[in-house]
Antibody, heavy 119, light 107 residues
Framework: QVQLVQSGAEVKKPGASVKVSCKVS????????MHWVRQAPGKGLEWMGG????????IYAQKFQGRVTMTEDTSTDTAYMELSSLRSEDTAVYYC????????????WGQGTLVTVSS | AIRMTQSPSSLSASTGDRVTITCRAS??????LAWYQQKPGKAPKLLIY???TLQSGVPSRFSGSGSGTDFTLTISCLQSEDFATYYC?????????FGPGTKVDIK
């Protein structure tokens, strides 16, 4: 049974960076395509980016290009999402979401990490 | 990017009702569409993929249909545990996009 367990809530000041982790169990990270989706308070789901196994590259949504970095540590089966130059609009719950076997839809989700950006 | 829209944005229904939610893509996406259910404070849960294939463990009262640009999610007999927000997601383009969601609440 695949589980994605995320790091805890964060409070950051505008202009700072945040790094959220997502630890995989039940599978290895190399067997999954890991993505990140965020949800601002009271709003919908927004795909931020993720790993394209066909190209072997991480693809980012244009909105976050240059401000987000998604990395993986296969030795610990942990994925990371770092978002820089934070502003109040980045206050949201950040989810890691994954799939196996090139499905391209998300059957595995982390529990979410609330990131609050406030001065 | 492919833009997804949903209608209605919200609806009120009673247990036992038949509910239909529509999702539309800004361009043809074949059947590369998934539906998710999200309850407050919880992560989304996959209900349907490939427009009409029920994820394992999802009750058969949920069904999906459509291809190209127009899709529907139907709940045939609404149960109390189905009050939630529903999102569609296209995966035709690798730059995935979600619809804005449809909130189903109690009438």
């Amino acid at each position: 049974q695949v589980q994605l367990v995320q790091s805890g809530a964060e409070v950051k000041k505008p202009g700072a960076s945040v790094k959220v982790s997502c630890k995989v169990s039940g599978y290895t990270l190399t067997e999954l395509s890991m993505h990140w989706v965020r949800q601002a308070p009271g709003k919908g789901l927004e795909w931020m980016g993720g790993f394209d196994p066909e190209d072997g590259e991480t693809i980012y949504a244009q909105k976050f290009q240059g401000r987000v970095t998604m990395t993986e540590d296969t030795s610990t089966d942990t994925a990371y999402m770092e978002l820089s130059s934070l502003r109040s609009e980045d206050t949201a719950v950040y989810y890691c979401a994954a799939y196996s076997n090139s499905k391209n839809y998300f059957d595995y989700w982390g529990q979410g990490t609330l990131v609050t950006v406030s001065s | 990017a492919i833009r997804m829209t949903q209608s209605p944005s919200s609806l009120s229904a009673s247990t036992g009702d038949r509910v239909t939610i529509t999702c539309r893509a800004s361009q043809g996406i074949s059947s590369y569409l998934a539906w998710y259910q999200q309850k407050p404070g919880k992560a989304p849960k996959l209900l349907i993929y490939a427009a009409s294939t029920l994820q394992s463990g999802v009750p058969s009262r949920f069904s999906g249909s459509g291809s190209g640009t127009d899709f529907t999610l139907t709940i045939s007999c609404l149960q109390s545990e189905d009050f939630a927000t529903y999102y569609c997601q296209q995966y035709y383009s690798y730059r995935f996009t979600f619809g804005p969601g449809t909130k189903v609440d109690i009438k």
